[in-house]
């Protein structure tokens, strides 16, 4: 299981988390920053967002 998390401050709203794990993330429409919508999940394709966010604003942690 892993803890997600965004940093609001360094996300620049690319989309690319979202794209490759819309089961966890999602764009907030009014701030245009990456929301996590699952913080605790198993999916790997967390992984898979935070290894491809430009600005590294997306923590994964095992649990």
Request: a negative charge.
């Amino acid at each position: 299981m892993y803890r997600v998390r965004v940093d609001e401050a360094t996300c620049i709203g690319c989309g690319v988390c979202e794209s490759l794990c819309p089961e966890v993330f999602k764009m907030n429409e009014e701030t245009m920053k990456a929301e996590v919508l699952q913080p605790e999940t198993d999916l790997d394709c967390a992984l898979d967002a935070r290894d491809s966010c430009p600005t590294g604003s997306i923590t994964v942690e095992e649990e």
